[in-house]
């Protein structure tokens, strides 16, 4: 096993710890849910001109995945911040658990870094700032986590069209230090994969039902 192999196992160990199955599973079946219903929205919105609509869904989606990771996070246990990540005065969902923080932001592309922001330095800078403690935010949520991710998400393609404006893929990802690249990429069906799999055991009787005893003759049955 190489370096980058055994950071990835002991990154996929550290989610698994830290959060559910349950989470990621939401996760992917509730994004594609979101992705179909807001274009929905926005294609019946008679309020907005045609041109502009491509920008609105954009808009709105961004602000339905935030309330989706905010409710996962209500939902499975993790804390949640709206004030500690703040970029050109859009305040973005921050959740976290164990060692485990996280934010979701679209992508243009799966692979590329998203344009709103190095959202890990402006954490760590919001971190380093002198701040009473007033109690308007969760426990930890001053502590910066060891890992932390960010939840990339895209479409089919670009044009407003129904088929397009579906999801396409959902990772997530792990900025590198310097915060120019990804380190390490991970789609949610691989999470998923790497919590364990539990085996309902099944208790066979002693006498099978399907099996009649000796003394149990039934009508038609020979003497």
Same mark, same amino acid.
């Given at each position: 096993?190489?370096?980058?192999?055994?950071?990835?196992?002991?990154?996929?160990?550290?989610?698994?710890?830290?959060? =559910?199955?349950?989470?990621?599973?939401?996760? /992917?079946? /509730?994004?594609?849910?979101?992705?179909?219903?807001?274009?929905?929205?926005?294609?019946?919105?008679?309020?907005?001109?045609?041109?502009?609509?491509?920008?609105?869904?954009?808009?709105?989606?961004?602000?339905?995945?935030?309330?989706?990771?905010?409710?996962?996070?209500?939902?499975?246990?993790?804390?949640?911040?709206?004030?500690?990540?703040?970029?050109?005065?859009?305040?973005? %969902?921050?959740?976290?658990?164990?060692?485990?923080?996280?934010?979701?932001?679209?992508?243009?592309?799966?692979?590329?870094?998203?344009?709103?922001?190095?959202?890990?330095?402006?954490? %760590? =800078?919001?971190?380093?700032?002198?701040?009473?403690?007033?109690?308007?935010?969760?426990?930890?949520?001053?502590?910066?986590?060891?890992?932390?991710?960010?939840?990339?998400?895209?479409?089919?393609?670009? /044009?407003?069209?129904?088929?397009?404006?579906?999801?396409?893929?959902?990772?997530?990802?792990?900025?590198?230090?310097?915060?120019? %690249?990804?380190?390490?990429?991970? #789609?949610?069906?691989?999470?998923?994969?790497?919590?364990? #799999?539990?085996?309902?055991?099944? #208790?066979?009787?002693?006498?099978?039902?399907?099996?009649?005893?000796?003394?149990?003759?039934?009508?038609?049955?020979?003497?």
């Amino acid at each position: 096993m190489n370096a980058h192999e055994q950071l990835r196992d002991t990154t996929l160990s550290m989610i698994v710890r830290d959060t =559910s199955a349950e989470f990621w599973n939401e996760l /992917r079946s /509730r994004s594609i849910i979101v992705y179909a219903n807001t274009f929905a929205d926005v294609e019946n919105n008679d309020g907005v001109l045609p041109d502009q609509k491509i920008d609105f869904l954009l808009q709105t989606r961004h602000f339905q995945m935030e309330n989706l990771l905010i409710d996962l996070a209500k939902r499975h246990g993790l804390s949640h911040s709206l004030s500690l990540i703040v970029q050109n005065n859009r305040r973005h %969902a921050y959740v976290f658990n164990g060692d485990v923080s996280m934010t979701q932001s679209y992508v243009q592309a799966i692979g590329n870094l998203p344009q709103p922001a190095k959202f890990r330095e402006k954490l %760590a =800078s919001t971190m380093k700032l002198p701040r009473l403690d007033l109690g308007d935010e969760p426990e930890g949520a001053f502590i910066l986590r060891q890992l932390y991710g960010l939840i990339a998400h895209n479409p089919i393609g670009r /044009r407003f069209q129904k088929e397009e404006q579906k999801l396409g893929m959902i990772q997530f990802c792990l900025p590198s230090s310097d915060c120019k %690249a990804w380190a390490l990429e991970f #789609t949610i069906a691989e999470i998923a994969d790497a919590y364990p #799999t539990v085996i309902s055991k099944i #208790t066979m009787t002693r006498s099978l039902s399907w099996k009649k005893s000796k003394d149990d003759k039934g009508a038609g049955e020979s003497k």
